[in-house]
């Protein structure tokens, strides 16, 4: 297990200082136009990010029909207070081992959550199951195995349809969604079954991942093939990520250490961060998720498809199913007439180009005036959430989509 361990961090520190040193940092004292902040230990989020940059915040919890206890944010209203008529509400999910502090990264004029308040949104922020803000659970804790027994189908069966009922419930609106990574598998996945359809309004996808095939990233490639997640599991780690980031953390704070590049290996060439976001990020990531989650994802780049997860027997597999080969998620399943805003980049590890065209391709017969697709060259997958241009290159337009559904 130790040396699993250490093979995964001297990836990352290899893989960092050979693949990241061209990434390109932009100062705090830059264009920004304000500041990020670091998060509180031990306080919310609303404490720690929203309301210390004049928003009003709110903290909510959701209880999920398997039990998990979640909370989520909601900034009502922008910095300026009230807008007339309806606010149409707003879902952000984050993706892969982060949380809802995501969409706050950046200073407000340049973070989607503040961006979408200040424009006459109903701002909710989801925190997946696991990560620090929602480690709840009605009757198990973290301390339990059985806590950690899920991978992102619980995620498209219980999670989501539960925070988008709670949010419908409050507003009384249909909702639009904007999801980042896995944030997006999840989103459709639900969608091609046709969950939540009657409360949604539109879905934004940036990073779009609905097949993992042709992932570059040198990290989630070598995990995959060389069955890290499984050795994991195999030796009663069921919880990964807190471990990495204690050592991460522990790491950067060494002199002559550079960790603005550890993305690098992971996301893909990142092109424009801000040095003081990047600080943030790596003072609050990774979060913590199953490693039955990375165990599934590792199938989908193994197997180039997009299917439940694989309890790897036939016997067992037709227990959860009914079948012995778990079922796949059809993305030409998905409604012709859900507007749908995707936005992919050139640089993304994560969410390759060749695996964007192969859902592009499930769209193919998707109504024209409900398909929007975006692409950015020079975009990796962490210029999404955190890139200082991201509001000119992708925020307002997705904001002018939402405002036509």
Same mark, same amino acid.
């Given at each position: 297990?130790?040396?699993?361990?250490?093979?995964?961090?001297?990836?990352?520190?290899?893989?960092? =200082?050979?693949?990241?040193?061209?990434?390109?940092?932009?100062?705090?004292?830059?264009?920004?136009?304000?500041?990020?902040?670091?998060?509180?230990?031990?306080?919310?989020?609303?404490?720690?990010?929203?309301?210390?940059?004049?928003?009003?915040?709110?903290?909510?919890?959701?209880?999920?029909?398997?039990?998990?206890?979640?909370?989520?944010?909601?900034?009502?209203?922008?910095?300026? !207070?009230?807008?007339?008529?309806?606010?149409?509400?707003?879902?952000?999910?984050?993706?892969?081992?982060?949380?809802?502090?995501?969409?706050?990264?950046? #200073?407000?004029?340049? =973070?989607?959550?503040?961006?979408?308040?200040?424009?006459?949104?109903?701002?909710?922020?989801?925190?997946?199951?696991?990560? %620090?803000?929602?480690?709840?659970?009605? =009757?198990?804790?973290?301390?339990?195995?059985?806590?950690?027994?899920?991978?992102?189908?619980?995620? &498209?069966?219980?999670?989501?349809?539960?925070?988008?009922?709670?949010?419908?419930?409050?507003?009384?609106?249909?909702?639009?969604?904007? !999801?980042?990574?896995?944030?997006?598998?999840?989103?459709?996945?639900?969608? #091609?079954?046709?969950?939540?359809?009657?409360?949604?309004?539109?879905?934004?996808?940036?990073?779009?991942?609905?097949?993992?095939?042709?992932?570059?990233?040198?990290?989630?490639?070598?995990?995959?093939?060389?069955?890290?997640?499984?050795? @994991?599991?195999?030796?009663?780690?069921?919880?990964?990520?807190?471990?990495?980031?204690?050592?991460?953390?522990?790491?950067?704070?060494? +002199?002559?250490?550079?960790?603005?590049?550890?993305?690098?290996?992971?996301?893909?060439?990142?092109?424009?961060?801000? =040095? #003081?976001?990047?600080?943030?990020?790596?003072?609050?990531?990774?979060?913590?998720?199953?490693? %039955?989650?990375?165990?599934?994802?590792?199938?989908?780049?193994?197997?180039?498809?997009?299917?439940?997860?694989?309890?790897?027997?036939?016997?067992?597999? %037709?227990?959860?199913?009914?079948?012995?080969?778990?079922?796949?998620?059809?993305?030409?399943?998905? +409604?012709?007439?859900?507007?749908?805003?995707?936005?992919?980049?050139?640089?993304?590890?994560?969410?390759?180009?060749?695996?964007?065209?192969?859902?592009?391709?499930?769209?193919?017969?998707?109504?024209?005036?409900?398909?929007?697709?975006?692409?950015?060259?020079?975009?990796?997958?962490?210029?999404?959430?955190?890139? &200082?241009?991201? %509001?000119?290159?992708?925020?307002?337009?997705?904001?002018?989509? @939402?405002?036509?559904?």
């Amino acid at each position: 297990m130790a040396s699993a361990l250490t093979s995964v961090i001297l990836v990352i520190l290899l893989c960092g =200082s050979a693949l990241g040193a061209r990434t390109k940092l932009y100062s705090s004292n830059g264009k920004d136009g304000g500041s990020a902040l670091a998060p509180v230990a031990d306080d919310d989020i609303c404490k720690s990010m929203v309301e210390p940059q004049g928003y009003g915040c709110q903290e909510h919890k959701v209880k999920t029909q398997d039990g998990y206890i979640l909370s989520m944010q909601r900034i009502p209203v922008g910095r300026t !207070g009230e807008t007339p008529g309806a606010r149409p509400p707003v879902l952000l999910q984050h993706g892969l081992l982060m949380d809802g502090i995501t969409w706050l990264l950046n #200073s407000p004029d340049q =973070s989607l959550a503040f961006i979408l308040a200040d424009n006459g949104f109903d701002v909710w922020l989801s925190n997946t199951r696991g990560t %620090k803000y929602s480690r709840g659970h009605t =009757s198990l804790t973290p301390n339990d195995s059985a806590y950690w027994d899920w991978s992102w189908d619980q995620l &498209v069966t219980y999670e989501l349809p539960a925070m988008f009922q709670y949010v419908h419930d409050r507003t009384g609106q249909n909702i639009h969604y904007v !999801g980042h990574s896995l944030g997006t598998l999840i989103a459709l996945a639900a969608f #091609s079954q046709e969950k939540m359809l009657n409360m949604l309004r539109s879905a934004a996808l940036l990073s779009p991942i609905a097949s993992l095939g042709h992932i570059t990233s040198p990290i989630a490639r070598n995990g995959a093939e060389n069955y890290i997640a499984e050795e @994991f599991y195999k030796n009663g780690i069921y919880e990964f990520g807190e471990a990495i980031a204690k050592l991460l953390k522990k790491i950067c704070k060494k +002199p002559g250490i550079n960790c603005y590049d550890l993305m690098t290996p992971f996301t893909g060439q990142n092109c424009c961060l801000n =040095s #003081s976001t990047v600080d943030v990020f790596l003072e609050h990531e990774p979060q913590s998720t199953a490693t %039955k989650n990375l165990i599934h994802l590792a199938q989908m780049i193994r197997g180039g498809t997009i299917g439940m997860y694989d309890y790897g027997d036939e016997d067992t597999n %037709k227990e959860h199913y009914g079948q012995s080969i778990p079922p796949v998620y059809n993305m030409s399943s998905i +409604p012709d007439d859900l507007p749908l805003f995707l936005s992919y980049g050139g640089q993304d590890a994560l969410s390759d180009v060749a695996d964007v065209q192969v859902l592009l391709e499930s769209l193919k017969d998707h109504d024209r005036d409900k398909l929007v697709v975006q692409y950015q060259e020079d975009y990796a997958h962490a210029d999404f959430v955190m890139g &200082v241009n991201a %509001k000119q290159l992708v925020y307002d337009p997705l904001i002018a989509f @939402f405002r036509l559904q």
